[in-house]
């Protein structure tokens, strides 16, 4: 199993409290507040950042109160984390039902049993995969070591909840002087369309007369933008910017120009006047996305055909253990316990029963929804293994589970196709396949991360896998009612919430169900991430990202990995041991995770309290105060600040 000479934190022959009652609690309650900043993340970046960090961090801090052992630490945390990860296969998906017109709203229930299915599918595929991906010494597991080192930094005394809280408290003022919902003293960017004068070249033996122009933004002033591009590096962020480059700098002003017949439409035929800005905005939704689209589904692709080895290899290895064990030839000790493999695998088996019923009820067609509950099983075992791999190699904040999830997608909507279900009723069950494998997918890569901590830890296997089945259930009840509430507030697929993952299914559904795809520009994303694959080009999945998000966002996204950057220059200028590079770069994410909590859910705090003046239930308003970008400038610097000086400060360094 590629695990000789390992010695985890806990020893085997350590008996220590695990899976109590005081530990569900905490990890549940942090699910859910975890889930519900991760899903408005989600909804306006594009990405979720694991909540494994806050979460270890907030389990040591009230555990502690309460006397808990490490390994109660670990199964909080563990609990705790299954929120951000289902929430991020149910905000890929579900809003695609509004987007796409299948729903007038988010339906409790429905989205509901998708996510309850999807996550309980993700915790029992993982059961099967777990031996031979988290003990593959190929697969570094980068966050999970953080996480690892955190944890057992706590147990000396420093837990880090203050790193988390007090930037926490920062990014929520930020939020409430910028939300619309909220008092709104400052602008979160500034756009502007510059025109371009008229350009005449010679073709087809006449001089035909051009226009256009460049859409330019600055970055968003927001702190949860700037802690996400921090966390994923310089590195990272700039391939997402550079989708955003090539989106908005590249493609809308090519769009532009060689179609001369947009400049009709600046005056409406009902006499309305739409700017530039925003028929350029226009371009960008409706001829820049479909080609996103084109390259993610391309790099998906090719993501899978990269693993096909070490995909079949991992599977190999865990039926040929899992006999081991049966026959007595492989002992079966604490540290390699996990919930039994039959039992699982008859579970697995047995849950496609309901589930095709659903997609029955959905598509009105028996042997459809029995298509659709299979394609389900198969893809989310196979994407599943995928997404566990993807986390080992490049940390669950990462993993691209959307890519994935339009893979599936675009099987299921070509089957549904051909066995003649369209319409609404195809869509919807089209979607349907997509949410339950996207919620597996975001539960097998976070819970694959977990298992590796846990690993690190010595905490049991089969304790673990119960806590996160825990907070599946618990986060699936609840999880649909922030999603209710964003999508009242704010409206989803707007720009406030641009949902670019759920715009995608919904695009890809609706497309090929209907047969109104635009093909010739899905066409050109997919030679576009071809020649990105030819040469080898970092993550072609994540360019398509930044060529689907708002240019403000990508823009502001890549600040954040030049803070890191800067950061990272300091720490090398200082000449930091390991020791203390670690202790800074960790204590780096635990503020950057802060920043990303306060706004999330202070913005989800003005959307109830939106919704229930709206209603009438309460008359209290915030004051309004006239708004102006250029005050929302020092928001940059002073982000900055935070993210160097408090992890870099010589007391914050242990020498």
């Not at 899903?39 to 950042?49: K, S, W």
């Not at 510059?194 to 005449?200: H, I, L, N, T, V």
């Not at 250029?630 to 610097?637: E, H, K, N």
Request: charged share 15%; aromatic share 10%.
């Amino acid at each position: 199993m590629n695990n000789e000479g390992f010695k985890p934190y806990v020893p085997e022959e350590t008996q220590l409290k695990e899976l109590s009652i005081k530990a569900l609690v905490v990890g549940v309650i942090l699910a859910i507040v975890l889930g519900a900043a991760n899903a408005y993340v989600g909804l306006r970046a594009g990405m979720t950042v694991a909540a494994t960090f806050p979460a270890a961090v907030v389990a040591m801090a009230v555990l502690r109160i309460f006397k808990g052992s490490i390994l109660e630490e670990n199964i909080a945390r563990t609990t705790a984390s299954v929120g951000e990860a289902l929430v991020a296969g149910a905000i890929f998906t579900i809003p695609a039902f509004v987007i796409a017109g299948v729903w007038d709203g988010i339906k409790y229930w429905q989205s509901t049993a998708f996510m309850l299915a999807g996550g309980i599918l993700g915790v029992l595929f993982v059961i099967i995969l777990r031996r031979p991906i988290v003990h593959d010494k190929e697969l570094k597991f980068p966050e999970s070591v953080a996480c690892g080192e955190i944890v057992k930094a706590g147990q000396k005394g420093a837990t880090g909840a203050s790193y988390v809280f007090s930037a926490a408290g920062f990014a929520a003022f930020i939020e409430l002087i910028k939300n619309s919902h909220g008092i709104q003293i400052i602008n979160e960017y500034v756009n502007y369309f510059k025109m371009f004068g008229e350009s005449k070249i010679s073709m087809l033996q006449q001089s035909l007369k051009f226009k256009g122009g460049v859409y330019v933004s600055t970055p968003s002033a927001a702190p949860l933008y700037l802690g996400v591009g921090y966390i994923i590096g310089p590195r990272l962020s700039a391939i997402v910017f550079s989708g955003g480059v090539f989106g908005w700098l590249l493609l809308i002003p090519l769009f532009l120009f060689a179609n001369t017949s947009l400049s009709q439409y600046i005056n409406l035929p009902d006499g309305t006047a739409v700017s530039w800005q925003e028929v350029g905005y226009q371009v960008w939704l409706n001829m820049v996305r479909p080609v996103a689209v084109g390259a993610m589904i391309l790099s998906a692709l090719y993501t899978l055909y990269r693993m096909r080895k070490t995909l079949l290899e991992g599977i190999g290895r865990a039926v040929k253990d899992t006999k081991s064990i049966k026959a007595g030839t492989l002992k079966a000790v604490r540290l390699e316990q996990d919930l039994d493999l039959t039992k699982i695998i008859v579970l697995t088996i047995l849950m496609v029963i309901p589930i095709s019923i659903i997609y029955i009820v959905i598509s009105g067609d028996v042997f459809a929804g029995i298509v659709a509950g299979i394609i389900m099983t198969v893809a989310g075992f196979l994407f599943a293994a995928v997404a566990g791999y993807l986390v080992g190699l490049i940390g669950s904040s990462n993993n691209p589970i959307s890519g994935l999830t339009v893979s599936t997608l675009l099987i299921a909507a070509v089957l549904m196709v051909i066995l003649g279900v369209k319409g609404t009723h195809g869509i919807g069950v089209v979607l349907g396949v997509a949410t339950v494998v996207c919620c597996s997918c975001g539960i097998a890569g976070d819970m694959m991360q977990d298992l590796k901590v846990g690993h690190i830890l010595g905490g049991t296997p089969k304790k673990m896998q119960i806590g996160e089945i825990i907070g599946v259930i618990f986060a699936a009840v609840v999880m649909v009612l922030p999603l209710s509430v964003l999508h009242m507030a704010y409206g989803l697929g707007s720009e406030a919430l641009p949902a670019p993952q759920a715009g995608l299914m919904a695009l890809v559904s609706k497309g090929i169900v209907s047969g109104e795809m635009a093909w010739p520009l899905v066409f050109a994303g997919i030679f576009m991430a071809l020649g990105l694959i030819m040469v080898k080009a970092p993550s072609p999945m994540l360019i398509a990202v930044g060529m689907y998000l708002p240019f403000h966002t990508t823009a502001a996204i890549f600040v954040g990995g030049i803070i890191k950057f800067i950061f990272d220059k300091i720490v090398e200028a200082k000449k930091f041991t390991k020791e203390q590079k670690q202790d800074a770069d960790n204590k780096g994410i635990l503020i950057s995770s802060g920043l990303i909590a306060g706004e999330s859910l202070t913005a989800i705090i003005l959307a109830f309290l939106f919704i229930a003046k709206d209603r009438g239930w309460i008359s209290f308003e915030l004051p309004r105060i006239s708004e102006n970008f250029w005050l929302g400038l020092i928001i940059f610097p002073l982000t900055a600040f935070i993210l160097w000086y408090f992890p870099l400060r010589k007391k914050a360094i242990k020498r």
